[in-house]
């Protein structure tokens, strides 16, 4: 009773705390934990693997099993993506009523992102899944409904990303249900190569196994930024784990959006600009040029409108207010460029010169200063630190 009620109450926590925007997947995930990302809009995602263990135990008898995971997944909406999995297994036991071969588990499943990762807040989602064991002698005939909540967090500005998950499944059958649960860590080197350390229990090589904890370490090669391979292999710490536990899989994304929902050389999440963002950009700049400023403004809230993940539109927007000698409207503009590109130093340089602009002389030296911070070698922001008197630069 008590864990068909934590199985509710993980539904009603999905809904309650359904709110912002979506990530994006191509780049980072492991084989051995779920992670919070979604597919864009129209996005494909295929994937083919083979996993294999030894060991493990399911009613007092061991078992030995191969599965051959095949997967096809769509993202219907910007936070909603769909998916169909259809595996073919093989399993040898010391008791022969698990013995057997053929189609494992068909499932449906639907995967809805509630956050995504920005500023200190993780990514988080919630997937749904409904399974038949059509041939599978461990599960035979059992309808199961699953429920997995992720957690997804990036870090060292995309380099390493953490994963933690919290699953429970019901089998529909004399099956005993299952909880999940798994956290991952994963770390980018070489620039398309990945590393994966991570830990889980009741991932179901073999439906119906409990209480098994099991050890893996993958690695992961992008070999495009819409193909990647991935490898890991791994142990159990448990009576019940597997003995040794291998898998490989292919991933490959297809679609109006594949491929740029990623930087996948650095693992950047952000979304690619919506149509039409970029042209009224490009109208911006040619308007800045032309000192037009007001002109500028309302084509940089234009491209705003459309997707206000641009740093360079809301650094733009405040060197134009800046120009026409609205400082208070340029600092607004330069914050929240700043939240959106944290790293570049020339945004609270603009900032310190709109600030002393307006008189506020503590401000802009607190904004040369974090400027300094992020780049030593701001020339600019050193002269005007030093002596305020003097104050010097353009916007940049």
Same mark, same amino acid.
């Given at each position: 009773?008590?864990?068909?009620?934590?199985?509710?109450?993980?539904?009603?926590?999905? +809904?309650?705390?359904?709110?912002?925007?979506?990530?994006?997947?191509?780049?980072?995930?492991?084989?051995?934990?779920?992670?919070?990302?979604?597919?864009?809009?129209?996005?494909?995602?295929?994937?083919?693997?083979?996993?294999?263990?030894?060991?493990?135990?399911?009613?007092?008898?061991?078992?030995?099993?191969?599965?051959?995971?095949?997967?096809?997944?769509?993202?219907?909406?910007?936070?909603?993506?769909?998916? +169909?999995?259809?595996?073919?297994?093989?399993?040898?036991?010391?008791?022969?009523?698990?013995?057997?071969?053929?189609?494992?588990?068909?499932?449906?499943?639907?995967? &809805?992102?509630?956050?995504?990762?920005?500023?200190? &807040?993780?990514?988080?989602?919630?997937?749904?899944?409904?399974?038949?064991?059509?041939?599978?002698?461990?599960?035979?005939?059992?309808?199961?409904?699953?429920?997995?909540?992720?957690?997804?967090?990036?870090?060292?500005?995309?380099?390493?990303?953490?994963?933690?998950?919290?699953? &429970?499944?019901?089998?529909?059958?004399?099956?005993?249900?299952?909880?999940?649960?798994?956290?991952?860590?994963?770390?980018?080197?070489?620039?398309?190569?990945?590393?994966?350390?991570?830990?889980?229990?009741?991932?179901?090589?073999?439906?119906?196994?409990?209480?098994?904890?099991?050890?893996?370490?993958?690695?992961?090669?992008?070999?495009?930024?819409?193909?990647?391979?991935?490898?890991?292999?791994?142990?159990?710490?448990?009576?019940?784990?597997?003995?040794?536990?291998?898998?490989?899989?292919?991933?490959?994304?297809?679609?109006?959006?594949?491929?740029?929902?990623?930087?996948?050389?650095?693992?950047?999440?952000?979304?690619?600009?919506?149509?039409?963002?970029?042209?009224?950009?490009?109208?911006?700049?040619?308007?800045?040029?032309?000192?037009?400023?007001?002109?500028?403004?309302?084509?940089?809230?234009?491209?705003?409108?459309?997707?206000?993940?641009?740093?360079?539109?809301?650094?733009?927007?405040?060197?134009?207010?800046?120009?026409?000698?609205?400082?208070?409207?340029?600092?607004?503009?330069?914050?929240?460029?700043?939240?959106?590109?944290?790293?570049?130093?020339?945004?609270?340089?603009?900032?310190?010169?709109?600030?002393?602009?307006?008189?506020?002389?503590?401000?802009?030296?607190?904004?040369?200063?974090?400027?300094?911070?992020?780049?030593?070698?701001?020339?600019?922001?050193?002269?005007?630190?030093?002596?305020?008197?003097?104050?010097?630069?353009?916007?940049?």
């Amino acid at each position: 009773m008590i864990r068909r009620l934590l199985f509710f109450a993980i539904v009603l926590f999905t +809904f309650l705390f359904s709110f912002s925007k979506v990530d994006a997947r191509i780049g980072l995930g492991t084989m051995f934990a779920d992670d919070a990302t979604v597919l864009w809009a129209g996005t494909w995602e295929s994937k083919i693997g083979l996993d294999a263990g030894a060991g493990l135990m399911l009613e007092g008898s061991e078992l030995s099993a191969v599965r051959a995971p095949i997967s096809l997944r769509y993202g219907w909406k910007d936070r909603l993506e769909v998916g +169909f999995g259809i595996p073919f297994a093989f399993q040898s036991s010391s008791n022969s009523d698990f013995d057997g071969s053929g189609l494992s588990d068909l499932s449906v499943a639907l995967k &809805y992102q509630m956050t995504q990762n920005e500023g200190n &807040y993780p990514a988080t989602s919630t997937e749904i899944k409904l399974g038949y064991g059509l041939n599978n002698p461990a599960s035979s005939d059992a309808i199961s409904i699953g429920i997995v909540y992720a957690l997804t967090k990036v870090f060292s500005e995309g380099r390493s990303a953490g994963h933690l998950n919290l699953g &429970y499944t019901l089998f529909m059958s004399k099956r005993d249900d299952v909880f999940q649960w798994g956290g991952a860590y994963e770390r980018r080197f070489r620039d398309t190569m990945r590393w994966s350390l991570g830990v889980n229990s009741g991932q179901q090589l073999v439906p119906g196994v409990r209480k098994d904890i099991v050890g893996e370490l993958g690695l992961t090669k992008e070999l495009t930024p819409t193909l990647e391979m991935a490898f890991s292999g791994g142990a159990g710490f448990t009576k019940e784990s597997p003995n040794w536990i291998a898998r490989v899989g292919i991933t490959k994304e297809f679609g109006k959006t594949a491929g740029d929902a990623t930087n996948y050389r650095k693992a950047e999440w952000g979304r690619p600009p919506a149509p039409g963002a970029e042209e009224s950009i490009a109208q911006a700049e040619s308007a800045m040029a032309q000192n037009d400023y007001p002109l500028a403004i309302s084509l940089y809230r234009e491209a705003i409108s459309k997707d206000s993940s641009i740093p360079s539109a809301w650094n733009n927007m405040g060197n134009a207010y800046y120009r026409m000698g609205r400082p208070r409207e340029a600092i607004e503009a330069y914050e929240k460029a700043a939240e959106l590109e944290p790293k570049n130093a020339d945004i609270p340089f603009n900032i310190g010169l709109a600030y002393y602009r307006i008189g506020e002389v503590q401000s802009a030296r607190r904004a040369f200063a974090r400027a300094l911070e992020i780049d030593p070698n701001h020339s600019l922001a050193r002269s005007n630190l030093i002596s305020l008197g003097g104050l010097t630069g353009e916007t940049k």
